[in-house]
């Protein structure tokens, strides 16, 4: 997997690239110096800070074995970088629409302990915390217990989807026109009807690694599931020519 990251999205290779959708932009000089500047930024600054090479011969490596890894990003605030979060498959899962493309996930994460929620959920606040999180979870914080963990739900899905696409409004105008939400539960909440966090995208949050990917399947077929076959194959061949 290295060799093929090596080939496609090497760190010493000039990989991303930048178009407009509209082709009467394209030729107009303050345009095209801003494209630069954006490509230049994303290439040699902010994946070159962030984790994304560091993860990624292990997402490309479940992608061609176990089949149609998730990655999630996000900016860590405190250092501002992107950071690239992988997930285990037991733990992840990602419908598609009619048309065979992602249009949400659902992923669980069981290892939250009591200040990793204060600190992502409530700035920090304690008094915030005990109007948002369970009992449990506000005793361990109380009681600065660093052991006990607890299981988050994420649920991302576009804005546009009927059942939850009405979780963030009315908007402000910094957030229009989002296109994804991602919303926050404790699996045991204090109140069911109130999520921990509501964020806002303008394009999808996580990314989905798929070799072959059917209409009908969950998941992606990979090299290594084609290889079971072709292995089982030849041994029953071999097998028929020494008997």
Not at 81 to 99: A, E, L, N, Q, S
Not at 120 to 132: M, P, Q, S, T, Y
Not at 165 to 192: A, I
Request: glycine fraction near 8%; include cysteine.
């Amino acid at each position: 997997q290295k060799g093929l990251q090596g080939n496609m999205v090497s760190s010493g290779i000039d990989w991303i690239q930048y178009g407009f959708g509209a082709s009467e932009l394209d030729g107009i000089d303050e345009l095209d110096l801003w494209r630069q500047e954006i490509k230049d930024h994303m290439s040699k600054s902010a994946y070159k800070r962030s984790n994304f090479y560091d993860v990624l011969p292990g997402f490309i490596l479940d992608g061609l074995t176990i089949g149609s890894p998730v990655m999630f990003g996000e900016e860590d605030m405190a250092t501002g970088r992107v950071m690239w979060m992988p997930t285990h498959h037991k733990d992840t899962f990602v419908t598609y629409d009619k048309y065979n493309e992602t249009n949400g996930c659902i992923n669980r994460d069981s290892r939250f302990t009591g200040k990793d929620l204060l600190d992502k959920f409530c700035g920090g606040d304690v008094e915030k915390a005990k109007e948002l999180l369970s009992q449990p979870a506000v005793t361990a914080i109380e009681q600065g217990d660093i052991k006990t963990e607890f299981t988050v739900w994420r649920y991302v899905f576009r804005a546009n989807d009927l059942v939850w696409g009405n979780l963030k409004k009315p908007l402000s105008d910094s957030e229009r026109p989002y296109k994804w939400l991602s919303v926050y539960f404790e699996d045991t909440p204090k109140d069911k009807d109130k999520p921990l966090k509501v964020e806002v995208f303008y394009s999808s949050p996580f990314v989905v690694l798929n070799y072959d990917k059917k209409f009908s399947e969950p998941v992606s077929r990979t090299p290594a599931w084609y290889a079971i076959f072709d292995s089982a194959s030849g041994n029953q061949l071999v097998k028929a020519f020494l008997e």
